[in-house]
């Protein structure tokens, strides 16, 4: 077990800035018990890493504990995860020179969540399996999918993790799933081959920034800008990434900005004054709770298993 203590140099609030690496209730690689401690898995570039963080607020520092081959780097990388090198001093200034031109509320929730901040990963190929299972279904069939997924072929979690946790497989092991395990996931063959096809170019993947990652992601069949969006939100923890493309987004940004809902062209619109935080814009939105009165069916969930 390795140990650091890490204090950041402003508000941090560590469940909110860690939440979008969560994928769902019973997430594998991602889990808080009792204690209130977050735990986190990882295949770093050493092996795999289990993590353990917890915000001591008395003396102001993270106390985060390692696992695995790749407890230092986890450890090493920690600064990053938790958004050191997010430019949110920089977005709080925009805010303030916008808020007169119709946008209160931003300069109002940038205000209330001042300790969320957008932290990278660093793990692209672990960041873009999980979006591409949420590829245009609900999140709890994607959840499942990666449940399972992670059950069958993940490893279990260095160190004295929760019981269940699994760390993130290896290309080489996603490259083999068969068809047959897939579809047990309750993942069609669609979203299946863009992930094995995404599989032999995860070493180039990774040692990309995140505006070229957006190219070769783009690049590969079956991922387009929503996916690659909410891969590099995480991986490279771009606060410009804006997902367009989502069932929700747009809706949810126009109605928050204007009372109205509108669609991707006029969310881009929307989020424009804001150029290079865009998806924080959105992040900050989605955690505040607001939403747009529903006035029609929600997406339904399917199950490819019994197709």
């Known amino acids: 077990m390795l140990e650091r203590r890490w204090r950041p140099d402003g508000p941090l609030d560590v469940r909110t800035t860690m939440a979008p690496h969560r994928r769902g209730t019973g997430d594998p690689a991602w889990q808080i018990t009792p204690d209130g401690a977050i735990w986190r898995t990882s295949r770093t570039p050493d092996g795999p890493g289990t993590l353990r963080l917890v915000a001591d607020a008395r003396e102001g520092v993270v106390v985060a504990r390692a696992w695995g081959p790749g407890a230092g780097w986890m450890l090493e990388t920690l600064p990053q995860l938790?958004?050191?090198?997010?430019?949110?001093?920089?977005?709080?200034?925009?805010?303030?020179?916008?808020?007169?031109?119709?946008?209160?509320?931003?300069?109002?929730?940038?205000?209330?969540?001042?300790?969320?901040?957008?932290?990278?990963?660093?793990?692209?190929?672990?960041?873009?399996?999980?979006?591409?299972l949420e590829q245009k279904v609900v999140g709890r069939e994607a959840w499942r999918a990666w449940r399972w997924l992670l059950g069958r072929y993940g490893e279990p979690a260095p160190g004295p993790a929760p019981a269940g946790?699994?760390?993130?497989?290896?290309?080489?092991?996603?490259?083999?799933?068969?068809?047959?395990d897939w579809h047990r996931a309750g993942a069609e063959a669609v979203r299946a081959r863009t992930i094995v096809n995404a599989a032999p170019h995860a070493a180039k993947l990774e040692a990309a920034g995140s505006a070229e990652a957006d190219r070769l992601?783009?690049?590969?069949?079956?991922?387009?800008?929503?996916?690659?969006?909410?891969?590099?939100?995480?991986?490279?923890?771009?606060?410009?990434?804006?997902?367009?493309?989502?069932?929700?987004?747009?809706?949810?940004?126009?109605?928050?900005?204007?009372?109205?809902?509108?669609?991707?062209?006029?969310?881009?619109?929307?989020?424009?004054?804001?150029?290079?935080?865009?998806?924080?814009?959105?992040?900050?939105?989605?955690?505040?709770?607001?939403?747009?009165?529903?006035?029609?069916?929600?997406?339904?969930?399917?199950?490819?298993?019994s197709f």
Do not use: C, N
């Not at 938790?82 to 205000?111: C, I, K």
């Not at 909410?230 to 367009?244: F, N, Y």
């Open 82 to 132: 938790l958004g050191a090198d997010d430019q949110v001093a920089e977005f709080r200034r925009l805010v303030e020179r916008t808020a007169s031109g119709g946008y209160e509320l931003l300069r109002e929730l940038a205000a209330r969540y001042a300790g969320v901040r957008v932290g990278r990963t660093s793990r692209v190929f672990e960041a873009l399996v999980p979006a591409v």
């Open 165 to 180: 946790m699994r760390v993130f497989p290896a290309p080489e092991v996603w490259r083999a799933v068969p068809s047959w």
């Open 217 to 305: 992601l783009r690049a590969l069949p079956g991922i387009g800008v929503w996916t690659s969006a909410e891969t590099r939100q995480r991986a490279h923890g771009d606060p410009d990434a804006v997902s367009v493309g989502d069932y929700h987004l747009p809706s949810l940004v126009g109605w928050s900005l204007t009372g109205r809902k509108t669609d991707d062209a006029g969310m881009l619109e929307l989020l424009a004054p804001f150029s290079g935080h865009r998806y924080r814009i959105t992040r900050l939105l989605e955690i505040s709770g607001r939403r747009p009165p529903a006035r029609g069916p929600r997406m339904p969930a399917r199950d490819y298993r």
